[in-house]
Protein backbone atom coordinates (compact mmCIF):
# COMPACT_ATOMS: atom_id res chain seq x y z
CA UNK A 1 0.00 0.00 0.00
CA UNK A 2 1.52 3.14 -1.02
CA UNK A 3 1.10 6.39 0.72
CA UNK A 4 0.79 9.83 -0.66
CA UNK A 5 1.30 11.69 2.67
CA UNK A 6 3.75 14.38 2.37
CA UNK A 7 4.52 14.81 6.38
CA UNK A 8 7.64 17.18 4.38
CA UNK A 9 4.92 19.55 2.93
CA UNK A 10 2.73 19.40 6.09
CA UNK A 11 5.51 20.19 8.47
CA UNK A 12 6.50 23.07 5.89
CA UNK A 13 2.97 24.36 5.94
CA UNK A 14 2.76 24.12 9.91
CA UNK A 15 5.53 26.22 10.22
CA UNK A 16 4.14 28.93 7.83
CA UNK A 17 1.20 29.00 9.94
CA UNK A 18 3.43 29.41 12.82
CA UNK A 19 5.22 32.25 11.72
CA UNK A 20 2.34 33.88 10.44
CA UNK A 21 0.46 33.49 14.05
CA UNK A 22 3.98 35.25 15.50
CA UNK A 23 4.18 37.90 12.85
CA UNK A 24 0.80 38.34 13.83
CA UNK A 25 1.26 38.88 17.45
CA UNK A 26 3.80 41.04 16.73
CA UNK A 27 2.08 43.84 15.07
CA UNK A 28 0.97 46.34 17.49
CA UNK A 29 -1.90 48.21 15.81
CA UNK A 30 -3.30 49.17 19.87
CA UNK A 31 -1.11 52.21 19.84
CA UNK A 32 -1.64 53.98 16.79
CA UNK A 33 -5.38 53.42 17.12
CA UNK A 34 -5.19 54.45 21.34
CA UNK A 35 -4.14 58.34 19.91
CA UNK A 36 -6.58 57.92 16.81
CA UNK A 37 -9.60 57.35 18.99
CA UNK A 38 -9.01 60.06 21.42
CA UNK A 39 -8.28 62.70 18.97
CA UNK A 40 -11.14 65.54 19.15
CA UNK A 41 -14.53 64.27 16.77
CA UNK A 42 -12.63 61.18 15.78
CA UNK A 43 -15.90 59.61 14.21
CA UNK A 44 -19.22 60.01 13.23
CA UNK A 45 -22.28 57.39 14.56
CA UNK A 46 -22.07 55.59 11.42
CA UNK A 47 -18.48 55.47 11.22
CA UNK A 48 -18.29 54.53 15.05
CA UNK A 49 -20.75 51.31 14.02
CA UNK A 50 -18.49 50.51 11.24
CA UNK A 51 -15.21 50.08 13.65
CA UNK A 52 -16.97 48.69 16.61
CA UNK A 53 -18.30 46.02 13.77
CA UNK A 54 -14.32 45.56 12.02
CA UNK A 55 -13.54 45.16 16.15
CA UNK A 56 -16.25 42.12 16.85
CA UNK A 57 -14.96 40.64 13.59
CA UNK A 58 -11.18 40.78 14.39
CA UNK A 59 -11.74 39.27 18.24
CA UNK A 60 -13.81 36.21 16.80
CA UNK A 61 -11.67 35.57 14.07
CA UNK A 62 -8.93 35.21 16.55
CA UNK A 63 -10.82 33.22 19.10
CA UNK A 64 -12.18 30.79 15.75
CA UNK A 65 -7.80 30.64 15.28
CA UNK A 66 -6.70 29.85 18.53
CA UNK A 67 -9.62 27.31 18.97
CA UNK A 68 -8.90 25.65 15.62
CA UNK A 69 -5.28 25.40 16.61
CA UNK A 70 -5.89 23.92 20.01
CA UNK A 71 -8.49 21.55 18.83
CA UNK A 72 -5.93 20.27 16.11
CA UNK A 73 -3.25 19.75 18.64
CA UNK A 74 -5.84 17.57 20.32
CA UNK A 75 -7.05 15.79 17.62
CA UNK A 76 -3.81 15.29 16.07
CA UNK A 77 -2.43 13.67 19.87
CA UNK A 78 -5.34 11.11 20.16
CA UNK A 79 -3.88 9.56 16.53
CA UNK A 80 -2.19 6.20 16.82
CA UNK A 81 -3.00 5.95 20.96
CA UNK A 82 -3.97 3.03 21.87
CA UNK A 83 -7.12 2.59 23.82
Known amino acids: MSSNHDIQGLDKRIKEIQGSLVQLGEQEFEPALTKIIFRNGFTTPAEWKFIEALL ?4 RQVATVRDQCTQLVSAAEMV ?3 E
Open 56 to 59: TSIE
Open 80 to 82: NQK
